[in-house]
């Protein structure tokens, strides 16, 4: 059985790397280069603070959701409380490594508007293998970033303190979603291919299933299906369509639904049924704000 080491606190990681106490006991930043891995293989570890990671060493030896992490060629992850990291292997370390680690507690934000605004940065959902490839332009980037924030660290605490760090965090994690858009332009022909699939998946599944029986498929059961988190999909989907994984499963609901009302006889609450609606009322909500029409306007005008 794997052991579970759980941090509740940035002064309890501190103490696991032996670091000693933190500047600020909400956030702090690591110098991967200078510090010594004491977690043993065969763990898992949870936190209750958000995560924000760059090595170029330790390859397929941990494992965050599904997939393992490849650090070896740079990557950036980016990981919110609670999310289980698995140590398999005994972790090799290169001459050369370097790299960061910024992480801070909810409670350091708790006060600010990115308390709420954090929610709208989906990669903290995605999956290892979705990991932020960086360029050399873009690693210098936020290495600006974490060097301020450092810097701030070891200065004296005052009133501007707060606003300072936390302001330097939104910017580094807005970088972030610019540069995870970025890589999205440039795997184009990968990301087409998906949609493609997503496509082949929601027309044979109301073609072939009978919705009443399997209900209507979930955001999860298509990211499954292409082997990607829930959270990258609909960034993936909404990048090159427009629509995100649950527009996507409305479209092609009601378009099911348009030809049940027009090729049929079946009385309203029967196509609801026979979509997966428990409720008739709550398709006839979503038809008329799809459509600007309810079901029944639309079959008495075609």
Known sequence: MKELIHLQTITDLHRLFNLGISY???????????????????????????????????????????????????????????????????????????????????????????NEKIRSYSFFNYEASEALHLSDKEKNI?????????????????????????????????????FYGRQMITRSQTNKSIVSQIENILTQYFSDIKINEQGLPTVKYLADKVH????????????ETGKNTQEHIHFYLIE????????????????????????????????KKKIGKTPKEYRNLN
């Open 24 to 114: 600020n006991p909400l956030v702090t930043v690591l110098d991967f280069s200078k510090v010594t891995e004491q977690v043993e293989q065969n763990s898992k570890i949870t936190t209750d603070f958000y995560s924000i990671m760059f090595k170029n060493y330790c390859k397929n030896n941990i494992k965050y959701g599904r997939k393992e992490i490849d650090f070896q060629d740079g990557n950036l992850i980016c990981i919110s409380p609670n999310q289980t990291i698995e140590i398999d292997s005994e972790i090799v370390e290169r001459e050369d490594k370097m790299g960061w680690g910024l992480f801070f507690h909810p409670d350091l934000i708790r006060s600010t508007t990115l």
């Open 142 to 178: 936020l290495f600006e970033c974490i060097q301020k924030i450092e810097i701030e660290l070891q200065e004296n605490i005052d009133i501007h303190s707060l606003q300072i760090i936390v302001s330097t965090i939104e910017l580094l994690l807005s970088y972030c979603q610019r």
């Open 228 to 239: 990607l988190s829930p959270s990258y999909l609909s960034d993936l989907l909404k990048k």
């Open 256 to 287: 099911e639904a348009k030809n049940l009302l027009i090729n049929t006889e079946k009385n309203i609450n029967e196509i609801a049924y026979n979509l997966g609606f428990e409720y008739p009322q709550y398709f006839n909500k979503l038809f």
